[in-house]
């Protein structure tokens, strides 16, 4: 078959499995309200948790270094487009993470590639939670490392790997909070696995970084876990710190390593500086203005309460991601259209995204919204 046929054969059977896919173009964001396709919308399919993507310090921190520094940076980070606003966040992420050194790159994806295809090779073993975000799974096997995938939070089997795994490299890579099902790995068990296995662990806290632990630093901070359990630890900057990019944060020789050897990383434009300073805004809203993390908890609280009492078919999750499953990609469809005719935004989410068969909604909720909205 030649491209165009097999192209559109594959269109076919999207069609017919319902999982075609559509932008929706938002033309304005207005906090909690969004104009998607000339239609005003209740957001609940944001990942800006704290409401930080449109903070006004942290806008206004984002114009500042456009006038500072201008917008693109012109240069790799080694070559000619380190700036200090760089300098100054990753100094500043690893104080307020309890890590030794960070390097920030230009998104979760080419974090989480970058570090795995650095660190693992053909020899090393890579254990993973099988609800991992694409991209650990994605660099894992862009190393050619053996992949080996354990049951969903199931710590038995995540054990067997370990003893399994031969070789002298083994990695053990978590969500810490799962983004379609919102609960969160058992951290602590991953880190005395790997302990007791000499492995590295990793944990992406995409989800988990503005939103659980008493002070929002994420699932670290919840689970009593620091820097020496978890010696790489990836903060994509896209969702709570409502920016661009992604912070990786380990020990000084690990990213000297990284930043000296890692192909994303050595031949990828840096991300724009006003970007980095905005970053650095967010985690400082993060470190001093606990009211939004405040409100996002208890906006969460407010939703498992009125969601219990309304017998919603919720999963088990204390995070901001609150999914109702629903089971076919038709019937998902069908209810986001219901729900966006009454003026809400709430995504069905399909396969590949999801195991098939287990289509849903995912609710997103941020401190942005209003009990009222809510209920
Ligand atoms: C969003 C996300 C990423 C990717 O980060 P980007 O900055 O959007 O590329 C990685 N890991 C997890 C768990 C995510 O949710």
Same mark, same amino acid.
């Given at each position: 078959m030649?491209?165009?046929d097999?192209?559109?054969?594959?269109?076919?059977?999207?069609d017919q499995?319902q999982?075609?896919?559509?932008?929706?173009i938002?033309?304005?964001? !207005?906090?909690?309200?969004? /104009?998607? $396709? %000339?239609?005003r919308?209740?957001?609940?399919? @944001?990942? &800006?948790?704290?409401g930080? *993507?449109q903070?006004?310090?942290v806008?206004?921190?984002?114009?500042?270094?456009?006038e500072?520094?201008?917008?693109?940076?012109?240069?790799?980070?080694?070559?000619?487009?380190?700036?200090?606003?760089?300098?100054?966040?990753?100094?500043?992420a690893?104080?307020?993470?309890?890590?030794?050194?960070c390097?920030y790159v230009?998104?979760?994806?080419?974090?989480?590639i970058?570090?795995?295809?650095t660190?693992?090779?053909?020899?090393?073993?890579?254990?993973q939670?099988?609800?991992n975000?694409?991209c650990?799974?994605?660099?894992?096997?862009?190393a050619?490392?053996?992949?080996?995938?354990?049951?969903h939070?199931?710590?038995?089997?995540?054990?067997?790997?370990c003893?399994q795994a031969?070789? !002298?490299?083994l990695?053990? /890579?978590? $969500? %810490?909070?799962?983004?379609?099902?919102?609960? @969160?790995? &058992?951290?602590?068990?991953? *880190?005395?696995?790997?302990k007791?296995?000499?492995?590295?662990l990793?944990?992406d806290?995409a989800?988990?970084?503005g939103?659980?632990?008493?002070t929002?630093?994420g699932s670290?901070?919840a689970?009593g876990?620091?820097?020496s359990?978890v010696?790489?630890?990836?903060?994509?900057?896209?969702?709570?710190?409502?920016?661009h990019g992604?912070?990786?944060?380990?020990?000084?020789?690990?990213?000297?390593?990284?930043?000296?050897?890692?192909?994303?990383?050595?031949f990828?434009t840096?991300?724009?500086?006003a970007?980095?300073?905005?970053?650095?805004e967010?985690?400082?809203l993060?470190?001093h203005?606990?009211?939004?993390?405040?409100?996002?908890?208890?906006?969460i609280?407010?939703f498992?309460?009125?969601?219990?009492?309304?017998?919603?078919?919720?999963?088990?999750?204390s995070?901001?991601i609150?999914?109702?499953?629903?089971?076919?990609?038709?019937?998902?469809?069908q209810?986001?259209?219901?729900l966006?005719t009454?003026?809400?935004?709430?995504?069905a989410?399909r396969p590949?995204?999801?195991?098939?068969?287990?289509?849903?909604l995912?609710?997103?909720?941020?401190?942005?919204?209003t009990?009222?909205?809510?209920e």
């Amino acid at each position: 078959m030649n491209l165009i046929d097999s192209i559109r054969a594959s269109a076919i059977q999207r069609d017919q499995l319902q999982l075609r896919r559509h932008r929706r173009i938002q033309q304005q964001r !207005d906090g909690a309200y969004a /104009v998607v $396709d %000339g239609q005003r919308l209740l957001n609940f399919s @944001s990942n &800006d948790y704290l409401g930080f *993507a449109q903070h006004p310090a942290v806008k206004a921190a984002f114009i500042k270094g456009i006038e500072r520094y201008g917008v693109g940076s012109a240069g790799s980070a080694l070559v000619s487009g380190y700036f200090s606003a760089h300098a100054d966040l990753e100094r500043q992420a690893a104080a307020l993470f309890g890590y030794d050194a960070c390097l920030y790159v230009g998104s979760g994806y080419l974090a989480n590639i970058g570090v795995l295809q650095t660190l693992l090779d053909e020899k090393s073993v890579c254990v993973q939670d099988k609800l991992n975000h694409a991209c650990l799974i994605d660099g894992a096997r862009f190393a050619g490392s053996t992949l080996m995938r354990f049951a969903h939070a199931d710590m038995q089997h995540a054990e067997r790997l370990c003893s399994q795994a031969a070789g !002298d490299n083994l990695f053990i /890579v978590s $969500d %810490g909070v799962f983004s379609m099902d919102g609960d @969160s790995a &058992d951290i602590r068990a991953l *880190a005395s696995l790997a302990k007791q296995h000499a492995a590295t662990l990793m944990i992406d806290d995409a989800h988990g970084v503005g939103v659980l632990g008493a002070t929002g630093l994420g699932s670290l901070q919840a689970s009593g876990l620091c820097a020496s359990d978890v010696p790489l630890l990836i903060i994509p900057a896209g969702k709570a710190l409502g920016g661009h990019g992604a912070l990786i944060l380990s020990n000084s020789e690990i990213i000297q390593h990284l930043l000296e050897t890692a192909r994303p990383y050595l031949f990828s434009t840096a991300p724009a500086p006003a970007m980095a300073a905005s970053v650095s805004e967010a985690l400082n809203l993060l470190a001093h203005a606990p009211e939004y993390h405040q409100q996002l908890q208890s906006n969460i609280a407010t939703f498992k309460q009125l969601a219990q009492q309304a017998a919603l078919p919720v999963m088990p999750s204390s995070s901001a991601i609150q999914p109702i499953m629903v089971g076919s990609n038709a019937h998902a469809l069908q209810l986001s259209e219901i729900l966006r005719t009454r003026g809400f935004w709430l995504s069905a989410i399909r396969p590949p995204t999801v195991p098939a068969g287990k289509a849903r909604l995912r609710i997103t909720l941020t401190a942005l919204h209003t009990p009222h909205q809510i209920e």
